[in-house]
């Protein structure tokens, strides 16, 4: 069983920023894509960013420009700048597993941007 571990979120302020880091309990290199994604209240999970085969990069529009995702050989990041009240969500670790195409989801890390 794969298990992904979120960090780094909190209380962030406008223009500001935060990272968040995912930590997998399997190597990386495991996974065909990894992403991360986010639910504010009252509202449907979203995806943010995701990399998949490690050079295909997204993000959703709301976040070009100011988010960046990367890895290394044992973690996923989300590295947040300018950030905006609209931000405020928990943020989820996901990564589709590439033999088994089993779906991982970290249990998620809470951002709060204050204005």
């Known amino acids: 069983q794969v298990q992904l571990v979120e960090s780094g979120g909190g209380l962030g302020q406008a223009g500001g920023s935060l990272r968040l880091a995912c930590t997998f309990s399997r190597s990386i290199f495991w996974f065909e894509t990894m992403a991360w994604y986010r639910q504010a209240p009252g509202k449907q999970r979203e995806l943010v960013a995701s990399?998949?085969?490690?050079?295909s990069i997204n993000y959703v529009d709301s976040v070009k420009g100011r988010f960046t995702i990367s890895r290394d050989n044992a973690k996923l990041y989300l590295q947040m700048n300018s950030l905006k009240p609209e931000d405020t969500a928990v943020y989820y670790c996901?990564?589709?597993?590439?033999?088994?195409?089993?779906?991982?989801w970290g249990q998620g890390t809470q951002v709060t941007v204050s204005a």
């Open positions: 990399l998949t085969k490690g050079v």
């Open positions: 996901n990564a589709l597993e590439r033999i088994t195409l089993i779906n991982y």
